[in-house]
């Protein structure tokens, strides 16, 4: 058994091979383990160049956590919980108890949306639900200027939904990202009723959606690693070829060879497509048409003293529409989470790139720090220059399930019976947060064990 790709989706599906005693090697091409989960200690700063949180409504990482013995480790965000929107340079809080930035209650208090705005939200408990099947798919945005107005696309669903992805909002999947938001709707006929309903079922979490660990989510790579056999790993070997014309034979750089009975490929779709090229093209095409984006993390710490802002909340996310600011989003790190700066000092996060300005990329370091430090100070009243300053760069590693993804995916899958050993899973494909990479790669492992364990396995 043979797994490619040694991000959370390649390490959680050796685990599941450990657990249920499946021999197995995972190779990855860098030589570091974790993917897009990288946590830094610098001169007392705690840094997630990454993701920085697991969504406790879906369970598998934090249940992960608990296996690895993390489980007491686990912290909730600091309160308050406040995330902001950027309005016309100015730092609007999301309404108390709103769900992916859609208002449950009065809307009379939000200064977010004008008035017009308002009202025209509020006509989504009347607005009848879409007519079309179920199974038809639609942007985020088309979703959302059909139930709630043009104006909620540019203030709620640009910045939060799609922001979340990296993404253009008018190609990102409903159905593929929200299925939760198109299931309400044909459910309730209202989106704001059917959410209310679901509220009111189920008691609210007094700590909040999101749990980070003390030392980064690089604590949960760290462990995960720490518990794997070590002579399973091997970091730093790229898979450079792949035939299954007898079995599946990996091809390594420097000509090497390793034979499986499976293979589970965990690695972006465009690597994924380039391995699977020789081995079918169709397989490949429908791979290579998942696209991706480029962003970079921008971290800069400040005097606490020298930034006028109360940092009272999470962070705030910037709507395209807000054109003269580089920041997609900005996470007050020293507020969200406790103990990741040193007494005296705020620790804040910078996101550029994705749909908005896919050549962000190109800037350095350097002008990279500048256009982030130049909003930050504009927006928090900063009066310091950054002490700390680091960037983290992710060139086209934001997968974007875009209209049509779930038609692709299963598409993907049906073409994949023609080949038994081969198995594709990963953020390209199958859930890009944290805890759906962990679910399906360890389901995909169940499945391929299940498999082997009814005639053997050869490795």
């Given amino acids: 058994m043979a797994i490619v790709g040694g991000g959370i989706s390649g390490l959680s599906a050796a685990y599941e091979l450990q657990r249920r005693e499946v021999p197995h090697l995972l190779f990855e091409r860098t030589s ?9 200690v610098d001169g007392g700063f705690t840094i997630d160049g990454g993701p ?64 017009a705005g308002k009202a025209r939200m509020a006509l989504e408990l009347t607005t009848p639900p879409a007519s079309a099947g179920e199974d038809e798919d639609e942007s985020i945005g088309s979703f959302f200027r059909r139930r709630f107005g043009s104006e909620a696309v ?76 070590g002579k399973t790993l091997n970091p730093g070997r790229d898979v450079v070829g792949l035939d299954i014309s007898s079995g599946v034979t990996l091809t390594l750089d420097g000509g090497d060879t390793v034979t499986a009975d499976h293979v589970i490929l965990t690695t972006p779709a465009p690597a994924t497509a380039l391995l699977l090229g020789p081995v079918d093209a169709e397989l490949a095409a429908l791979c290579s048409g998942i696209p991706y984006t480029s962003t970079a993390t921008v971290v800069l710490s400040y005097p606490r003293d020298r930034v006028a802002h109360a940092l009272d909340g999470t962070g705030f996310v910037v709507p395209r529409i807000e054109r003269e600011y580089s920041l997609m989003a900005g996470s007050w790190v020293s507020s969200k989470w406790p103990g990741r700066a040193p007494d005296g000092h705020a ?48 060139p086209r590693l934001n997968p974007q399930h875009e209209v049509g993804h779930l038609d692709r995916l299963a598409a993907i899958d049906e073409r994949l019976t023609v080949f038994p050993g081969v198995h594709i899973t990963g953020a390209g494909f199958r859930g890009v947060g944290i805890p759906d990479c962990v679910a399906n790669g360890r389901a995909t492992a169940a499945t391929v064990a299940d498999q082997l364990t009814t005639r053997g396995s050869t490795l």
């Fill in 347 to 394: 620790l804040v996060r910078g996101f550029v790139g994705g749909a908005r300005d896919d050549a962000a990329l190109d800037h350095t370091d350097e002008e990279l720090i500048s256009d982030v430090d130049r909003d930050f100070r504009v927006l928090l009243g900063i009066s310091a220059e950054p002490e700390l300053r680091k960037v983290y760069r992710w």
């Fill in 52 to 115: 920085d949180s697991l969504l406790v409504q879906k369970p598998a990482a934090i249940q992960l956590c608990h296996e690895l013995g993390l489980g007491s480790r686990l912290v909730p965000t600091g309160t308050p919980r406040t995330a902001f929107v950027l309005r016309d340079g100015q730092l609007f809080p999301l309404a108390e108890g709103s769900v992916l930035g859609i208002p449950l209650g009065s809307l009379a208090t939000t200064g977010l949306l004008s008035v």
């Fill in 32 to 40: 570091r383990l974790g993917g897009v989960i990288r946590t830094d």
């Fill in 154 to 229: 540019d203030y709620i669903a640009d910045p939060l939904l799609a922001g979340i992805h990296a993404g253009d909002v008018e190609k990102l999947s409903m159905r593929a990202l929200f299925p939760r938001l198109v299931d309400v709707e044909r459910r309730h006929g209202s989106v704001i009723k059917g959410l209310r309903s679901l509220k009111a079922a189920t008691p609210p979490n007094p700590d909040g959606m999101f749990r980070s660990l003390p030392g980064g989510l690089g604590e949960l790579t760290d462990a995960l690693v720490g518990v794997l056999d």
